[in-house]
């Protein structure tokens, strides 16, 4: 049996590159989330009002079920959450940056996708 090499678990487990590379963008964002909302410190039913869904909704991305999120999905609620988005054309790890809002200096993650 041939040993093979992938990128990522996305490229193993996907039929097509197109399929792997949005697969990629959904974990990315699904965690990026995840690590925002549990930053706040908060209680899933208050993060899940701060995102505007609903506590059971939050619970399935707390817990990784990447299969109940759309990629649209993901993306509102990244933007929800305060993430902001860039595209990149190689992949990279999540940054954080610092933005000025009207109270004071604000942590944000900025999420790498592919294009």
Do not use: C, H
């Amino acid at each position: 049996m041939e040993r093979q090499s992938f990128d990522n678990v996305w490229d193993a487990l996907e039929e097509s590159p197109a399929e792997a590379a949005r697969m990629t963008m959904r974990s990315n964002l699904l965690i990026a989330v995840d690590q925002q909302v549990r930053s706040w410190n908060l209680t899933q039913a208050e993060a899940a009002r701060r995102l505007g869904v609903t506590q059971p909704r939050l619970n399935d991305l707390l817990r990784g079920k990447i299969t109940k999120f759309s990629l649209d999905t993901l993306i509102s609620l990244a933007i929800q959450a305060g993430l902001m988005l860039l595209r990149r054309r190689r992949r990279s790890a999540v940054k954080l940056a610092r933005r000025e809002t009207l109270e004071g200096p604000r942590r944000v993650s900025y999420i790498v996708t592919l294009s």
